[in-house]
């Protein structure tokens, strides 16, 4: 059964950073494509970034991509290791505070570990969130 489980969240102040950390258990981190989505009181859930894995073949590299409403501030990264998927956050604020929420697929084919996906539609599993707060 994959787990998702986020850690990090918290309350900061305008211009702070946070790290949120995604754990995945139950089946090879590695071969996941995670993203981070965010959800404001009243509003949709919007797409943040996403890390790719090395998909099916176990020799493709990682490829980042985040929203342009985040992009330079917010990082997405991985240690497989430790089977984790983390999203470092700087100059946080107001307007970043939401709970933040991990998804993942794994891939099934090449084609399929190609491709970024940036709408909720695009991912089987979740986890429960992580409140990030930032005052002014």
């Known amino acids: 059964q994959v787990q998702l489980v986020e850690a990090g969240g918290g309350s900061v102040e305008a211009g702070d950073s946070l790290r949120l950390s995604c754990i995945i258990s139950?089946?090879?981190?590695?071969?996941?494509?995670v993203a981070w989505f965010r959800q404001a009181p009243g509003k949709e859930k919007e797409f943040v970034g996403v890390?790719?894995?090395?998909?099916?073949?176990?020799?493709?590299?990682?490829?980042?991509f985040t929203a342009e409403h985040v992009k330079g501030r917010f990082t997405v990264s991985r240690d497989d290791n430790k089977s984790a998927v983390y999203l470092e956050m700087s100059s946080l604020a107001p307007e970043d505070m939401a709970v933040y929420t991990c998804?993942?697929?794994?891939?099934?084919?090449?084609?399929?570990?190609?491709?970024?996906?940036?709408?909720?539609?695009?991912?089987?599993?979740w986890g429960r969130g992580t409140q990030v707060t930032v005052s002014s």
């Open positions: 139950g089946r090879a981190v590695s071969s996941a494509t």
């Open positions: 890390i790719t894995g090395t998909g099916v073949t176990g020799t493709g590299a990682a490829t980042t």
């Open positions: 998804a993942a697929n794994f891939p099934e084919s090449v084609m399929q570990s190609l491709v970024i996906g940036t709408t909720p539609a695009d991912y089987q599993y």
